[in-house]
């Protein structure tokens, strides 16, 4: 089993910046993939970044690439979204999630597990 809690949600001005945290525990691995994926109400859980846990390797959405930079410390067993230049579009939950194969996915039905979810809410 994993735990995930995100962190840092919060209300931002159009163009401003929000930095979101997730802190893994449990039987992690360095072979996973960690994921942020997001979620507007009545539509389908969106993918956003991700990143593997062993390497610098990062895959993102088009719509946030550019503005938004996923990393990962290993020695907290946290992974960062850094989330800049943000627009009203981007308000909704944000997740963090875990992968357990070693092949980058962006559907949310291949992630394994998934923490409770933050608000981000940017003003117009």
């Known amino acids: 089993q994993v735990q995930l809690v995100e962190s840092g949600g919060g209300l931002v001005q159009a163009g401003g910046s929000l930095s979101l945290s997730c802190a893994a525990s449990?039987?992690?691995?360095?072979?996973?993939?960690m994921g942020w994926f997001r979620q507007a109400p009545g539509k389908e859980r969106e993918f956003v970044a991700a990143?593997?846990?062993?390497?610098?390797?990062?895959y993102y959405a088009d719509s946030v690439k550019g503005r938004f930079t996923i990393s990962r410390d290993n020695a907290k067993n946290t992974v960062y979204l850094q989330m800049n230049s943000l627009k009203p579009e981007d308000t909704t939950v944000y997740y963090c999630?875990?992968?357990?194969?070693?092949?980058?996915?962006?559907?949310?039905?291949?992630?394994?597990?998934w923490g409770q979810g933050t608000q981000v809410t940017v003003s117009s």
């Open positions: 999630a875990v992968d357990r194969s070693i092949v980058f996915h962006t559907g949310q039905h291949d992630y394994d597990y």
């Open positions: 990143i593997r846990w062993s390497g610098s390797v990062t």
């Open positions: 449990g039987r992690t691995s360095s072979t996973y993939i």
